[in-house]
């Protein structure tokens, strides 16, 4: 199972987008989920994770008091909510998975994922 995220597009600064993040098939479990953005020449930086039951949430300093990550296990979707967008935060943001040896709580390090998407591009404007 591999996420496949939506959403992402171009913004005017001070502007708004919500990423989505659902699994490719169908499938009953539920995994905790973690956003990650990367700008070309840059390393691959933590944005925002949630636990795979939703009791646990991990936002990135940088940008916590704009985005807010939620989940709907109803369709087993994870949502980021992106608000006041800077130009800074144009990157192509990954979802990804942890799949195997899953704790309760959500993880922030890249190297515990072990599932990602393809990304999707999130441009802001200035």
């Known amino acids: 199972v591999q996420p496949v995220e939506s959403g992402g597009g171009m913004v005017q600064a001070g502007g708004s987008l919500r990423l989505s993040c659902a699994p490719s098939e169908r499938t009953p479990r539920t995994f905790p989920v973690g956003w990650f953005r990367q700008t070309p020449g840059k390393e691959r930086e933590f944005v925002a994770a949630i636990s795979w039951s939703g009791g646990t949430t991990g936002v990135a300093e940088s940008v916590k008091d704009r985005f807010t990550i939620s989940r709907d296990n109803t369709d087993n979707t994870v949502h980021l909510q992106m608000s006041g967008l800077k130009p800074e935060d144009t990157a192509v943001y990954y979802c990804?998975?942890?799949?195997?040896?899953?704790?309760?709580?959500?993880?922030?390090?890249?190297?515990?994922?072990?599932?990602w998407g393809q990304g999707t591009q999130v441009t802001v404007s200035s």
């Open positions: 990804a998975f942890v799949t195997t040896n899953i704790r309760g709580s959500y993880y922030s390090n890249e190297h515990d994922y072990d599932s």
